[in-house]
C-alpha cells in the first residue's frame, strides 16, 4: 500500500503542479483576451470618428492585456522552481502547493482584465472628447492592475516559498 501511495503521490504532485500552472496562464489569459476585446471595441468607435487618437487608444486597449503576462509568469514560475515537476517525482504536498499559488493570478487576473477593460472602454468617451485629458482614463484603468499586481505578488510569494512550506 505504501508503495502505491508513494507512487500515486509522486505522480499527482507533479500533475497538481501543472495543472496550477496552466491554470494561472488560461484563466489570466483568458480574462486579458476579454478585457481587450471590450476596450477595443470602443475604441474602434472612437478611431472612426477621429484616428489620429490612434496612441491614445491603443495605450487603454493594451492595459487589461497585463493580466495575461502575470498569469504566464506564475506559470513559467511554478514549472521552472522545481525540477522535479516534469520529472514525475513532485510531492503530493508541494504540487498542492504549487495549485494553490495559482489561484491568486488566475483568478484575480481573470476578472481584473475584464473590469479594467470595462474601465479603458469607458476612458475612450474621454479621448473622444478630450483628448488632451486622455491619461485620466488612463490612470482611473491603472487602479484596477493594482489588484492583479498584489495577487501576482501573492502568487509569486507562495511558489519561492514552497519548499520552505512543505520541505
Known amino acids: 500500500m505504501k508503495f502505491l501511495y508513494d507512487t500515486l503521490g509522486t505522480q499527482l504532485g507533479s500533475v497538481l503542479a501543472i ?41 487603454l486597449q493594451a492595459l487589461p492585456g497585463t493580466q495575461g503576462i502575470y498569469g504566464l509568469l506564475v506559470g513559467f514560475l511554478i514549472i521552472f522552481t522545481n525540477a522535479n515537476v516534469f520529472a514525475g517525482t513532485l510531492p503530493l504536498a508541494q504540487g498542492l ?6 489561484l491568486p493570478a488566475g483568478f484575480v487576473g481573470y476578472f481584473s482584465a475584464i473590469h479594467q477593460g470595462r474601465v479603458a472602454a ?13 491619461m485620466k482614463g488612463v490612470i482611473s484603468a491603472g487602479l484596477v492592475e493594482t489588484y492583479a499586481v498584489l495577487a501576482l505578488l501573492t502568487s509569486v510569494l507562495i511558489i519561492v516559498n514552497v519548499p520552505k512550506i512543505v520541505g
Open 19 to 59: 495543472f496550477g500552472a496552466a491554470f494561472a496562464v488560461l484563466f489570466s489569459g483568458w480574462g486579458s483576451a476579454k478585457g481587450i476585446g471590450i476596450a477595443a471595441t470602443a475604441g474602434a468607435g472612437v478611431l472612426s470618428e477621429t484616428p489620429e487618437n490612434f496612441s491614445k487608444v491603443l495605450l
Open 97 to 102: 502547493a504549487y495549485l494553490c499559488a495559482s
Open 122 to 134: 469607458a476612458g475612450m468617451g474621454i479621448v473622444a472628447k478630450k483628448p488632451e485629458e486622455a
